[in-house]
């Protein structure tokens, strides 16, 4: 198994410009989230996922799409950047087990917004 | 008030000696997972917990339900232990979500 990957690694972006941070997982983990992690503060919940069709927002979600077409994928969309939103992206996927959720993240993007 | 607090938030430590970490939350939570971010970036989850203790290998994580607090052990730390060590809760109200610490960096120096 890959586990959880992302791409791409690093990404710069001009303020203004859109694009879509991927992330896929080949575990068929039901649930999907994904973070953004700044310097000082902990891991902070962008959008997640309970399943296919399913999202909800979390902590951070302004500027920020998600969709969940198919189990596997779960790609981020910036719509407009801004500097604000420079940060590394982490993408997790996690199964029940018994009602405990074991976590397995992606290797990060790390964006800047110029 | 951050809802998950860690101890401390920089620690340095000579090779070989006994680290600890500690969590303390202030909501009730179903699970609690220590996790582990090298200088690379990748996270690692070590450790899930919902009561008691659990080792893995020079690794050991306890739990206070009652307490609401939790702590990370590192037995003869080795300088391949430096990385940040991340506490995350999972609320008893919030199904798989986690809300996380700020993050402890540890530097195990030779």
């Known amino acids: 198994n890959a586990g959880v990957t992302q791409t791409p690694k690093f990404q710069v972006l001009k303020t203004g410009q859109s694009m879509t941070l991927q992330c896929a997982q080949d575990m068929n983990h039901e649930y999907m989230s994904w973070y953004r992690q700044d310097p000082g503060m902990g891991l902070r919940l962008i959008h997640y996922?309970?399943?296919?069709?399913?999202?909800d927002q979390g902590e951070v979600p302004n500027g920020y799409n998600v969709s969940r077409s198919t189990t596997e994928d779960f790609p981020l969309r910036l719509l407009s950047a801004a500097p604000s939103q420079t940060s590394v992206y982490f993408c997790?996927?996690?199964?029940?087990?018994?009602?405990?959720?074991?976590?397995?993240f992606g290797p990060g993007t790390r964006l800047t917004v110029t | 008030k951050n809802e998950v607090e860690q101890s401390p938030q920089n620690l340095t430590a000579q090779e070989g000696e006994f680290i600890t970490i500690n969590c303390s939350y202030s909501v009730g939570i179903s699970a609690l997972h220590w996790l582990q971010q090298h200088p690379g970036g990748g996270i690692v989850s070590l450790f899930m917990l919902s009561s008691g203790k659990k080792k893995h290998g020079r690794l050991i994580a306890t739990i206070n339900i009652q307490e609401k607090h939790s702590s990370l052990h590192i037995t003869a730390s080795h300088p391949r232990d430096s990385a940040v060590y991340i506490c995350?809760?999972?609320?008893?109200?919030?199904?798989?979500?986690?809300?996380f610490g700020e993050g402890t960096q540890l530097t195990v120096n030779p």
């Open positions: 997790a996927s996690s199964y029940s087990s018994s009602g405990a959720y074991e976590q397995y």
């Open positions: 996922s309970v399943g296919a069709g399913i999202t």
């Open positions: 995350a809760v999972r609320l008893a109200t919030s199904g798989s979500r986690l809300t």
